[in-house]
């Protein structure tokens, strides 16, 4: 399982002798004024000292004290090294005013906001945006409407598109995200309201016990288009539901089509086992392509576990993404200020930053690696093939081999086990053992002979089913694993495709199971596992073509693997 240490290692805050400031201050809800009129509040964290400080300010929905903005980058240790900085509660939550609509105002309120942090007395000028998720998203929402003052962003566990891995991907809705963002972000609604207290403390117990039972209750209601929880409280949605019926409302977080526009560097931050792992890379290569410098950094995390353990694999301390070096620069906080001082500071400040474009941790050897570009140019597809039995090789069939298939019924889908998610916490993601699932009849396993050698896999996996259903719509789920020694089965990543109509006819599919850096080692077995569902991930096809209606029939799936209709998964493999 390799090292279980979590002995973090220490190092100075100011590694290259920077002396850091012996004070700073706090001023609480300090206003910003949108050009609508509308006032915005934030906290700002400033070094004692009569300045100027570069700044750099965050944006968020979840309350400008909450600890995860510390995890992101810790405001105090900022000041300490010299900037000031801003967290700012978005429109509508906690103590900004307006009215709260998920994305829909985060770009002109960016643009003021960064604006506003720029003429505040102490400010050199220069902003700099940080954060991740929904606060990755606030920034790409400011770049896109290009305020002078910014100078340079860092988005961290952000999409690119929110049809691919917010709001849906492959088709299918981001079911397990959507209802408890919607809830937890509700009681802030709630907390607002004018209700008196007695009827605001029963609400809030409703909400809480909507969301512990969830897991057995409240994703199985259907339709999911009118989900009774998100009905009875009327609380603003994440927008997966909302753009079923709006495609227009995908529009407001969509950073894909848009990297022409932000002019400022950027650096990026993303997790392997992270909801948002391929937009991160995306967004990586959209800015490399317009000139920018750009900058990625992709460790072995989920959204929200960044140390061991991840899943149930430990990765080292060397995986760590705080307290523990993971570049030369320090941790991940490290790296991000250095980001800033380069951007930020006039003139610039002798800086510790790599040279390369990327640097990612390779699962399996737990180490770092320095590339020149992603994709990683010493990575080669390489097919391997599914095979009647079970078996996975890199030979292709050379005859008419029986087809292999199992009965999927959305009464009793699939469950997910680990991932690439962000769920409730009884669904933790990362790598998880996945007997559990495999042992089920709707669920096809294969498997490759123990490997002869080290295997490294860098770079986008993809799937290509030739398959049929028995029902019109239905689904294909496929999952790329490790088999240890010990038949222990870890998922690596995975994909959807949702067919909606002509699934009953035999044809070529193409499942993207996003990106990895993985060395599977000699002894071990590749596996991949094929199913029609991973609930409550994703929602149920409901196999009828029908996704509004509380119907469900079960269908018999069908996947080729013969000379004609091959099957296989296409594997990076670096030499």
Not at 80 to 95: A, H, L, N, P, W
Not at 161 to 168: K, R, Y
Not at 418 to 435: C, E, H, K, N, S
Not at 481 to 491: I, L, M, Q, S, T
Request: hydrophobic share 35%.
């Amino acid at each position: 399982m390799g090292s279980d240490s979590d002995t973090a290692l220490d190092h100075s805050p100011a590694r290259d002798g920077r002396s850091a400031p012996p004070s700073m201050e706090i001023d609480f809800d300090v206003p910003a004024l949108m050009r609508d009129g509308t006032t915005l509040r934030a906290n700002v964290y400033r070094p004692s000292g009569t300045g100027p400080f570069p700044t750099l300010l965050t944006r968020t929905p979840y309350g400008k004290e909450s600890l995860e903005v510390a995890t992101m980058l810790d405001p105090i240790k900022a000041a300490r090294e010299g900037f000031m900085v801003i967290v700012q509660d978005t429109r509508g939550r906690f103590s900004s005013d307006g009215e709260w609509e998920p994305f829909r105002f985060e770009g002109v309120d960016g643009f003021d906001s960064v604006e506003w942090a720029a003429g505040l007395p102490l400010s050199n000028g220069k902003v700099g945006l940080f954060g991740e998720s929904y606060l990755g998203s606030t920034q790409w929402s400011a770049a896109i409407e290009q305020p002078p003052s910014l100078k340079a962003i860092a988005p961290a566990l952000t999409w690119a598109d929110p049809m691919d891995g917010l709001f849906a991907r492959g088709g299918a809705v981001e079911l397990g995200l959507t209802i408890p963002w919607t809830l937890e972000t509700g009681l802030d609604s709630l907390a607002r309201s004018e209700a008196s207290a007695e009827d605001t403390d029963r609400l809030i117990g409703a909400v809480l016990d909507d969301y512990d039972g969830l897991a057995a209750e409240g994703y199985w209601e259907l339709p999911v288009a009118t989900n009774s929880i998100l009905e009875r409280y009327r609380f603003q949605e994440l927008g997966a539901i909302k753009a079923l019926g709006e495609p227009g409302v995908a529009d407001w977080c969509r950073v894909a089509g848009r990297y022409d526009r932000v002019e400022v560097p950027s650096l990026h931050i993303a997790g392997w086992y992270d909801v948002f792992l391929q937009g991160t890379i995306d967004n990586f290569l959209g800015m490399v392509g317009t000139g920018q410098e750009s900058r990625l950094v992709v460790g072995p995390w989920t959204h929200g576990r960044f140390a061991d353990p991840i899943g149930e694999i430990a990765f080292g301390a060397r995986g760590a993404r705080y307290e523990a070096p993971n570049n030369r620069c320090g941790d991940t906080t490290d790296l991000q200020l250095d980001w800033f001082r380069r951007h930020l500071t006039e003139p610039k400040e002798t800086l510790s930053l790599p040279d390369t474009q990327v640097r990612l941790f390779v699962m399996g050897r737990n180490e770092w690696r320095d590339l020149s570009a992603w994709p990683d140019t010493g990575s080669q597809g390489e097919r391997w093939f599914l095979h009647h039995g079970g078996g996975i090789t890199t030979s292709p069939p050379e005859s008419a081999e029986p087809h292999s298939e199992y009965v999927y019924d959305p009464g009793d889908p699939t469950p997910t086990l680990g991932g690439q998610i962000l769920l409730v916490p009884a669904i933790p993601g990362g790598p998880v053992d996945q007997g559990s699932i495999e042992g089920r009849e709707d669920v096809c396993v294969f498997t490759t002979a123990p490997l002869e050698r080290d295997i490294e896999v860098t770079g986008r996996v993809r799937v290509v089913l030739h398959a049929v259903s028995s029902a019109t719509s239905t689904d294909w789920v496929v999952r790329l694993c490790e088999v240890w020694p010990d038949g222990r089965a870890f998922n690596v990543c995975d994909g959807i495709l949702r067919v909606s109509s002509g699934a009953d006819s035999l044809r070529r599919r193409e499942i993207d199971l996003w990106s990895t850096s993985k060395v599977f080692k000699a002894g071990r077995r590749i596996r991949v596992d094929i199913a029609s569902s991973s609930f409550p991930r994703w929602d149920r096809n409901l196999n009828t073509g029908d996704q509004g209606s509380s119907m469900f029939v079960s269908a018999r799936q069908r996947i080729c693997h013969d000379v004609d209709h091959p099957s296989y998964i296409e594997l990076p493999v670096t030499s």
